[in-house]
């Protein structure tokens, strides 16, 4: 059975900084795409932060390019999210995902993990 686990999340003042880790069991990540996602109250998930399997390419949402990097350590079977220079806008829960190669929807989902950026 596939189980995404997140951690991390917590309170921050403005310009402060969070580290996600998102431990995956039943699979191994390196085989897979993998994404941060956000999700603001009563809007739909948005994703931040998202990589390829294998060579690893990233990319990430524009108003958080230069703040945030995803990265991950296969030995861990694990993914990050390095969040700097944090915002209020930045408040949310987070989400880390999985989906197979070629694949365009997510398979997998954590649970989620609040994060709060106050002002």
């Known amino acids: 059975q596939v189980h995404l686990v997140e951690s991390g999340g917590g309170s921050v003042q403005s310009g402060g900084s969070l580290r996600l880790s998102c431990v995956a069991s039943?699979?191994?990540?390196?085989?897979?795409?993998l994404g941060w996602f956000r999700q603001y109250p009563g809007k739909e998930r948005e994703a931040v932060a998202w990589?390829?399997?294998?060579?690893?390419?990233?990319e990430y949402k524009d108003s958080v390019k230069g703040r945030f990097t995803i990265s991950r350590d296969n030995a861990k079977n694990t993914v990050s999210l390095q969040m700097n220079s944090l915002k209020p806008e930045d408040t949310a829960v987070y989400y880390c995902a999985a989906k197979r190669r070629f694949r365009v929807n997510y398979d997998y989902w954590g649970q989620g993990t609040q994060v709060t950026v106050s002002s």
């Open positions: 039943g699979l191994t990540l390196e085989h897979y795409g």
């Open positions: 990589m390829t399997n294998y060579g690893g390419r990233t």
